[in-house]
């Protein structure tokens, strides 16, 4: 699982979110360990990838993440 490259892992978000939040956590942690070998403070996803482009799924995905300690920040 901490194999997975830190754009692995923001792709497994990104089905994950698609298919109703399957597995969700696990696929947060994997970022989460990705994030830490890479050395990367925040995971940066394209809003136009999520399932809910809107501000208030946007806010919502920060907070989950949040509360398991990843910050996420979204392109332009």
Sequence with gaps: ???LTLN???DNIYTSLREN???IDVHIAALKAAMAKDGV???V???AKLAQNNRQG???MQSY???RGVA???KP
């Design 45 to 47: 996803f394209d809003p």
């Design 58 to 60: 946007r806010k919502m």
């Design 21 to 23: 939040n399957a597995d």
């Design 72 to 74: 996420v920040g979204f």
């Design 8 to 10: 692995e892992a923001i």
């Design 41 to 43: 403070k925040e995971a």
């Design 1 to 3: 699982m901490s194999d």
């Design 65 to 67: 993440f949040k509360k």
